[in-house]
């Protein structure tokens, strides 16, 4: 499952951040670092952007940018 679907008000842990390069570490920069926890707020009336909670912070992202946002599954290992 990738952070795009996640529902609202649902939590997950983060599996794997993906994208190229600089992308990349714009989301590392962000807070977007494996097995940290995350939680969506809130999505845009148009669906787009998503605003989560990440390390106590709300951070607001793109839906096309979520998608390079790997969660574990409920219940899988951490």
Avoid at 20 to 36: K, N, S
Avoid at 55 to 63: D, K, S, V
């Amino acid at each position: 499952m990738t952070l795009n679907e996640l529902p609202v008000g649902g939590s997950a842990t983060i599996r794997s951040v993906g994208g190229e390069g600089a992308l990349r570490l714009r989301f590392l920069d962000m807070g977007l670092i494996p097995r940290t926890k995350v939680t969506l707020r809130k999505v845009a009336p148009m669906g787009d952007p998503i605003e989560i909670e990440i390390r106590g912070y709300e951070l607001t992202l793109r839906r096309e940018d979520a998608k390079n946002i790997e969660l574990y599954e409920e219940g899988e290992g951490k």
